[in-house]
C-alpha cells in the first residue's frame, strides 16, 4: 500500500505539504482562539473582584454612618423621654398639691 502522504517516488508533493501547513495553521488559530477566551474570562473576573470589593467598601462606609444615626437618635430619644418624664412629674405633682 501506498503512503497517501507520498507519491511514487516516496516523496511528499507540495500540495500535501501545503495541505498539512494549512492544517497545523487552522490548530494553532483553534489554539489562539481559547487563551483569548481565557484571558477574557480572566479579564472579567478581575473586573468583576474589583466590583465586589468596591461595594463591600462602601457597605461599610453606610453601615459606619447608619450606626452614627442610630447611636444619635438613641441617645437625643433618651433625652426626649427624661424631659417628658420630669413634665409628667411635674405636673403629677401639681395636680396632688391642688
Do not use: H, P
Not at 478581575?46 to 461599610?60: S, Y
Amino acid at each position: 500500500m501506498e503512503n497517501k502522504k507520498e507519491n511514487k517516488n516516496g516523496k511528499m508533493t507540495l500540495e500535501k505539504l501545503a495541505g498539512m501547513v494549512a492544517r497545523g495553521f487552522s490548530k494553532t488559530d483553534i489554539k489562539f482562539d481559547e487563551i483569548r477566551s481565557e484571558m477574557v474570562t480572566k479579564d472579567e473576573f478581575r473586573t468583576l473582584e474589583k466590583k465586589v470589593d468596591k461595594l463591600d467598601f462602601q457597605i461599610d462606609e453606610v453601615y459606619d454612618i447608619l450606626k452614627r444615626f442610630e447611636e444619635n437618635d438613641i441617645l437625643n430619644l433618651q433625652k426626649r423621654v427624661q424631659i417628658l418624664e420630669k413634665a409628667v412629674r411635674a405636673l403629677a405633682t401639681n395636680q396632688t398639691s391642688k
